[in-house]
């Protein structure tokens, strides 16, 4: 039972809604039209309640069986928030706002699931409830957990809940899953610097932070290579440095950022404590100060084992179980639908979206070619979780 015919025929309609939000994306909590647009097309639908607001900008959709003797309530989500960079794909549809761009395909996770909606609304044929997830601040701004914490899966009675997310590289309409760790835990790293601004000729005067900085970020690359297991897996990119404003003058601070992406909690918490520990020491060395903070924002995206076995098996109705890879690699891109994941037994799927750029390239496009595959997925998910 390959892709459903209804669901084929919804391509053209789910595309142009998909293109639309493409070309008006908006950020973090701010995406105010596009939940506007979801709300209108659900109360269009025929949604049971559809409630706006929920983490801040979130939408909840709630569509009943045609029956409802099983007490099940199954939630899917999706999430509307673009990125903050400037689009170079030359669409026609391409981003309307220099500086915002969908370059991680979350318009066509939000299409999709509007689909999908759409579908179970007319046909119902299922025994229980799917509570349709639409979230904002997937990119860095924990809206998936301003959801959890304003109490989504307590008022709607969630038991189980699943996520999507495309994957450039993966022929487009297959999908990848594993149980267990999915995506990393993504965590921030800062760095202040103090030491002794003066004249460049003179750095016998000064105490120079620049070179405290290198010898920070060298060091800090000692962490991954020796203190963890090789076995196990650990990132830490220091992706800025800033200091100084003239080529002639040692400047008295500088500033460090970058990221720790970790799939274990016991490396986790040595990156924490050892980032810090490198950081403040090597600066001693020098005789400079630092100060070290190290923020856990998202946790790792941990797939329920029997929840991913069921998911991968709708996948497997939907493109052949030849399609699905059912132990693909972790990956140590960060999601928060990991904070989804903590509040109820469930999993989240890679779905291919074919050879594009990818995520987060200002040349990256979602592939349409992928949604009837991934409004299938979700209708199966329903009808086949929840029989009628
Ligand atoms: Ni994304």
Redesign the pocket.
Same mark, same amino acid.
């Given at each position: 039972m390959p892709i459903i015919n209804s669901v084929a025929a919804m391509q053209d309609e789910v595309t142009a809604w998909r293109r639309d939000i493409h070309e008006n994306p908006e950020i973090l909590y701010d995406v105010h039209r596009t939940a506007g647009v979801v709300a209108d097309k659900l109360r269009a639908f025929g949604c049971d309640e559809v409630v706006p607001g929920i983490g801040q900008t979130g939408v909840v959709g709630v569509i009943r069986g045609r029956k409802a003797a099983s007490g099940k309530v199954i939630g899917m989500r999706a999430?509307m928030d673009a990125l903050p960079m400037t689009e170079n794909t030359g669409l026609p549809y391409a981003s309307k706002t220099p500086g915002r761009m969908h370059a991680? #395909?979350?318009d066509g /996770?939000t299409a999709m699931l509007l689909g999908a909606a759409k579908y179970l609304c007319q046909t119902r044929n299922f025994d229980g409830t799917a509570v349709v997830i639409f979230q904002p601040a @997937? @990119?860095g701004g924990a809206g998936g957990k301003a959801m959890v914490d304003d109490g989504l899966m307590e008022r709607w009675s969630i038991q189980e809940v699943y996520g999507m /997310?495309?994957m450039p590289g993966i022929p487009a309409g297959q999908f990848a899953i594993r149980p267990g760790p999915l995506l990393a835990a993504s965590d921030a790293i800062f760095i202040d610097i103090t030491g002794k601004g003066g004249h460049a000729a003179r750095p016998h005067e000064c105490i120079d932070p620049v070179l405290v900085g290198s010898h920070i970020v060298t060091a800090l690359h000692s962490i991954v290579s020796r203190n963890i297991d090789p076995l196990k897996s650990g990132v830490i990119s220091i992706c800025m440095f800033h200091a100084g404003e003239a080529l002639n003058v040692i400047p008295a601070t500088a500033q460090l950022q970058g990221t720790a992406r970790t799939l274990a909690p016991e490396v986790r918490d040595l990156i924490e404590r050892r980032v810090v520990e490198v950081a403040e020491t090597t600066a001693r060395l020098y005789g400079a100060t630092a100060k070290a903070t190290y923020e856990r924002r998202y946790p790792v995206t941990k797939n329920h084992a029997t929840q991913t076995a069921f998911a991968a098996s709708v996948a497997g109705q939907v493109a052949g179980v030849d399609k699905v890879d059912t132990n693909t690699p972790p990956l140590m #891109?960060g @999601?928060d639908f990991s904070f989804m994941l903590e509040a109820r037994p469930g999993a989240f799927i890679f779905l291919g979206n074919g050879s594009t750029a990818g995520? /987060?390239h200002p040349k990256y496009d979602f592939n349409d070619a992928a949604i009837p595959a991934g409004i299938s997925y979700w209708a199966r998910l329903v009808e086949t979780a929840m029989p009628a």
């Open positions: 999430d991680c #395909g979350h /996770h @997937e @990119e /997310h495309n #891109g @999601e995520v /987060h």
